[in-house]
C-alpha cells in the first residue's frame, strides 16, 4: 500500500519516526542519568583487593527465618583481604535476587538498577593475599542490607591492611542466595520483626520471643550475635586451612563494625565474645544489657542528634519518636558505661543510608530526601577517617592523632572521648 492510500502522508510517517527516535533517545539519557554506574571511591591505602566467597552452617543451631525444623543456620560470607595482585574487577553484587530484594524496598523497578548490581568494585576474586598477617573485621548486615552495602567502608578499610568479614544473614538480609539455589528473604513483615527487637522488650535479658518454634532468648539481637561468633570460629579455621588465606589472618586482632541492625549486633557479640578486641556501631540502638552494662573493649559509637532524624522523618519518612528516643538514649548509656576506651563521633550531615552506598547509586535517593545534606564521598571519607583511626589504634597500636582532636573535628564532625580508668 503507497503513502495516499494509506491516508499517511510520507512527511507525516517521518515526523513519527523521528519522534519515536527522541522519545527513545530522551528515555536512554534519562536511565544513565537517573540510574548510572556508581562509582565507588578509590581506596587510599597501600594494597589492592582481593575477595573470597564461603558459605558455613551451623549445625548446632536451628533457622528460626524458614519454617522447616530441620533447617539449621546458613550464612554465606565474603571475605575482603590484602592483596596486590591485578585480575579484573569483581562486579558488585553476585545474585540478581539481592537487587530484586532492593529494589521492591524502594519500589523501583529491578531492571533499572542493573547498572547498580554490575557495578565494577576494587576487588579481585580470589587474589592471591599480600604478606603478612592482618587484623580482622567482621560487618554484620544491616536489616534488608547485603553483605557489600557499605562497600565504600570495606574497601578502605582493606587496602590499608584490614581483612573484612562481611555477612549475609538470613531473614534480615535483602536475599540470602544459598549455594543449592534457595533463597532465604528479608523477613517481609517489618512490624513483625519489631517485635523482636530491644525497643519492644522492656527487659531483653527475660524474655524469650519464639519464632517459627526457635526461642530467641532475649530477641534477635543475641542470636544474630552468635552469627558473629560461629563466623569468627570459622575464620580461625581458614587462619590455618585456606588455600589462599592461611597465615594472613590475625585472628587475635578481631574487631567488629556495622551500621544500624549490624550496630546492634556487633556490640552484643563483644559483650558476649573478648575475642573482640574492638567495636564500632553506627547509627544504632542497643540492648538493655549492652547499654546497661558496657563493653569491656574500646568503643566508637557513630551516630547524629536526635533533630536530625527529626528532620529525616519530615523529609522520608520513618524514625518515630520512641524509636529516636531509644537509639539516642541506649547509644548515650553505652557510651556513658563502657569499661574501654570510647568515642561518639556525632556527624550531623549523615542520614540512616549515609552509611551506605544507597545514596551513589541514583540521585533519586537524595532527590527524596533519604540522604543526608552532606556529600555522599565526604560522609564516605568522614566515616572512614574516624573508623580508620580507631582501628589502627586498638589493633594495630599505632598512633592515631584524629582521635586526640576533641576541640577542632572535621567539618560537621563532632568528637567526644572518654578514656578507661
Known sequence: MNAARSGVPDFARGLIAVSLLVVVALAAVAWFVLFPT???????????????????????RPEPFTADSNDHRQLVVQIWYPTHAPGPRDRYIEHSETMAAVSARFHVPAFLLRNIERAPTHAVLNASAAEGRFPVLLNPTGFSGFRDASLFWIEELTSHGYVVVGLDQPGTAAATVLPDGRVIPVMADIAEFKRYMPLALSDASNQTPDMNGVALPGGIIPFLAEDLRFVLNK??????????????????RAGVFGVSLGGYTGPEACHLDQRFRACLAADAGQTARVAREGLQQPLMIMSRDASVMRHERAKAGGWPEPEIGHTIDTERALFEHNHGDAYYVTM????????????????????MGLAGPIDPYRGFADTNAYALAFFDRYLKAQPSPLLEDTAHTRRDVQLEARRSQ
Open 38 to 60: 556508581p562509582r565507588f571511591p578509590e581506596p587510599t591505602g597501600p594494597y589492592g583487593v582481593g575477595t573470597r566467597i564461603y558459605d558455613w552452617t551451623d549445625v548446632t
Open 235 to 252: 575464620v580461625e579455621t581458614l587462619a590455618s586451612e585456606d588455600a589462599v588465606l592461611a597465615g594472613h589472618l590475625d585472628v587475635e
Open 348 to 367: 550531623n550531615g549523615m542520614y540512616h543510608v549515609n552509611w551506605t552506598d544507597a545514596p551513589i547509586w541514583t540521585p533519586i535517593v537524595r532527590w
